[in-house]
């Protein structure tokens, strides 16, 4: 019922601009709005779903750019654009469609070179990084990184940036110490002055609280390691999530936090912290979840943990769960 009364608005929001014969202020302020709700609803939307409807609103924007020539107004539709290209990027990352992911994360900078948007930009590079640094390479991920950081607003865009270079470096192994400082740095942007519209306004999908920091970098001490310092900076992401309207989602810190236990020869533990995540619907298991959760399976298959039942019974669990989530599908009702 929600889906027809969403679609039947939709219809309607589109007749009501072309009746206009012209842009009008309401109809790129419609625009606008769907950002917005698609961005802070991006977690309660199965990624399947939130891709057609991001294409939905970003055709309506080109329409628009169609029926204007006025400089004000193309700004703000090419930003939308540009918006809408990130949130469809971030859903085929979810879907692990990873070209997709690629070109439409590139297609929201160039975006935002067209209307020098520091912010949409830090992201959207922060976007093409994470999927070269989920492909299995981090020295691309960092080259982006490095390009996002010239001209990254200060706090949390900074802080977003600073983070994702932690984990590529972690992943590259070695020294530790040059994934470290950039954990330290971006703990001090997130802190300090906060400097941009999208990060900090728009926020849900292209925000970055401190939840979803912490999350970040528990993946990245997780990688270096640090079982024990990536357990506390999960619980401490837990903690923030209780009082943050958190558009990232905490299940796959849940996952960082057991695999971290496991780390730390605590079972019990890590099967608590997985409670929660069992209940998560087949549509929204998202890829950045399952394959942690693959990580959490392949520890559970280690020598320490074969003969344990209660291992086994847990590494079925998540080999059963992974399994159904790769039959991703759009909602039946």
């Not at 693959?294 to 039942?309: H, I, K, N, Y």
Request: charged share 25%; net charge negative.
């Amino acid at each position: 019922m929600e889906l027809i009364a969403l679609m039947a608005a939709h219809e309607s929001t589109e007749h009501a601009s072309a009746a206009g014969g012209a842009v009008s202020p309401s109809s790129i302020e419609q625009v606008q709005a769907e950002v917005r709700r698609l961005a802070r609803d991006f977690t309660t939307i199965p990624p399947l779903l939130l891709l057609a409807e991001a294409r939905r609103a970003r055709d309506a924007t080109y329409s628009l750019l169609d029926r204007t020539r006025r400089p004000v107004q193309t700004a703000d539709l090419y930003l939308a654009a540009g918006q809408l290209c990130g949130l469809m990027a971030s859903a085929s990352f979810d879907l692990t469609a990873w070209d997709a992911a690629e070109e439409q994360s590139r297609a929201a900078n160039v975006y935002a070179e067209l209307v020098d948007h520091p912010g949409l930009r830090s992201w959207a590079r922060g976007t093409q990084a994470l999927v070269q640094f989920w492909t299995g390479r981090p020295r691309q991920a960092l080259i982006h990184v490095s390009a996002g950081l010239d001209g990254a607003p200060a706090g949390t865009a900074l802080a977003r940036l600073k983070a994702i270079e932690a984990r590529a470096l972690s992943q590259l192994g070695g020294d530790p110490s040059e994934a470290l400082q950039a954990v330290s740095q971006a703990d001090e942007a997130l802190t300090g002055p906060q400097d941009d519209d999208l990060h900090n306004e728009v926020g849900g999908e292209f925000g970055w609280e401190a939840s979803r920091h912490d999350g970040c970098i528990s993946t990245a001490l997780l990688a270096m390691g640090d079982s024990a310092a990536a357990a506390a900076r999960a619980r401490a992401s837990l903690a923030q999530n209780a009082s943050e309207p958190v558009a990232g989602g905490v299940d796959h810190v849940r996952v960082n936090l057991a695999a971290a236990n496991l780390r730390l020869n605590d079972l019990d533990a890590a099967t608590e912290a997985l409670t929660e995540v069992w209940d998560i619907p087949v549509p929204q298991r998202r890829h950045s979840l399952t394959d942690r959760l693959g990580g959490v399976g392949r520890l559970l298959a280690e020598q320490s943990w074969r003969t344990d039942p209660a291992a086994s019974e847990l590494r079925d669990r998540v080999e059963v769960f992974n399994d159904e989530a790769r039959w991703r599908a759009l909602p039946t009702s």
